[in-house]
C-alpha cells in the first residue's frame, strides 16, 4: 500500500502505509492486548468470549488516514483507547448489552487519522476512551509543576519590588522629615539670633541713657 499524503503536523510521521503489525485478536475465556508501538492495520477485528481485550491507539502509527475496529463482544467486552486529537466515528450496537458512543463527534486534528468502531455487543459491553499517553501526562505534570514555580517566582519578585518601593517611600520620608526638623531649628536659631540681637540694642539704648545722666 502506498502511503496517502497527509496534512503537515505531528500527526504525518504516524500515519505510515502498509498492511499493519496485527489485524485481529480472540479471548475466549481469556483476554488480549494490543498497545505500544504496532502499526493499526485499515480493518482490525477482535472477538471476545467470556473474555476481554483491550486496544490502545495511544503510540500507534496507523496504515491509513482512516482505520476500522471492529468489535465483537459476546458476554465478553473490549476497551479502545485513542489518543486526544484522534476524530472517533462509533457505528456499533448493543444487543442487550453496551456500545461507548461518548467519545463520537469530537472534531479531529489537522491530519490526525480517523478512527471507525463497528460491530456488536450481546450481554457484553465495547468502551471507547480518550487519554494522553503516561510520557504526555508527565510531560503536562511538569509543565504545570513548572508554570506554579513561576507564578511563585513571579509572586516573590512582586513581593520584592513592593518591598523596594515600601523602602523607597520610607527612606523619602525619613529625608523630608529631616530637612523639615532642620528647617525647624534654623527658624529657631534666627529667632534666637535675633532676639539676642534686639537685647544687645537695648542694653546699648539703657547704658547710653546711664551715661548721659551722668
Given at each position: 500500500m502506498v502511503k496517502e499524503?497527509?496534512?503537515?503536523?505531528?500527526?504525518?510521521?504516524?500515519?505510515?502505509?502498509?498492511?499493519?503489525?496485527?489485524?485481529?485478536a480472540v479471548a475466549i475465556l481469556s483476554g488480549f492486548q494490543r498497545k505500544g508501538r504496532w502499526t493499526v492495520?485499515?480493518?482490525?477485528?477482535?472477538?471476545?468470549?467470556?473474555?476481554?481485550?483491550?486496544?490502545?491507539?495511544?503510540?500507534?502509527?496507523?496504515?491509513?488516514?482512516?482505520?476500522?475496529?471492529?468489535?465483537?463482544?459476546?458476554?465478553?467486552?473490549?476497551?479502545v483507547v485513542v489518543p486526544p486529537g484522534v476524530e472517533v466515528v462509533v457505528r456499533g450496537i448493543g444487543i442487550m448489552g453496551a456500545f461507548d458512543h461518548s467519545e463520537e463527534g469530537v472534531?479531529?486534528?489537522?491530519?490526525?487519522p480517523r478512527v471507525i468502531v463497528t460491530g456488536f455487543a450481546f450481554w457484553g459491553?465495547?468502551?471507547?476512551?480518550?487519554?494522553?499517553?503516561?510520557?504526555?501526562?508527565?510531560?503536562?505534570?511538569?509543565?504545570?509543576r513548572q508554570q506554579k514555580l513561576d507564578r511563585g517566582s513571579s509572586a516573590k519578585e512582586l513581593h520584592g519590588?513592593?518591598?523596594?518601593a515600601l523602602s523607597g517611600l520610607h527612606d523619602a520620608h525619613r529625608e523630608a522629615m529631616e530637612e523639615?526638623?532642620?528647617?525647624?531649628?534654623?527658624?529657631?536659631?534666627?529667632?534666637?539670633?535675633?532676639?539676642?540681637?534686639?537685647?544687645?540694642?537695648?542694653?546699648?539704648?539703657r547704658e547710653r541713657r546711664h551715661r548721659d545722666w551722668d
Open positions: 499524503p497527509v496534512d503537515g503536523g505531528s500527526w504525518a510521521g504516524r500515519i505510515v502505509g502498509g498492511e499493519g503489525s496485527s489485524t485481529g492495520p485499515k480493518r482490525f477485528t477482535c472477538f471476545s468470549f467470556f473474555g476481554g481485550g483491550e486496544i490502545d491507539l495511544r503510540e500507534a502509527n496507523f496504515a491509513d488516514r482512516e482505520v476500522e475496529i471492529n468489535c465483537i463482544a459476546i458476554m465478553g467486552g473490549a476497551q472534531p479531529g486534528d489537522p491530519g490526525a459491553g465495547v468502551g471507547i476512551e480518550r487519554k494522553v499517553t503516561r510520557a504526555e501526562r508527565q510531560r503536562l505534570k511538569e509543565e504545570r519590588s513592593h518591598r523596594d523639615h526638623r532642620d528647617a525647624i531649628r534654623r527658624r529657631h536659631e534666627e529667632r534666637r539670633e535675633r532676639h539676642e540681637e534686639r537685647r544687645e540694642r537695648h542694653r546699648d539704648r
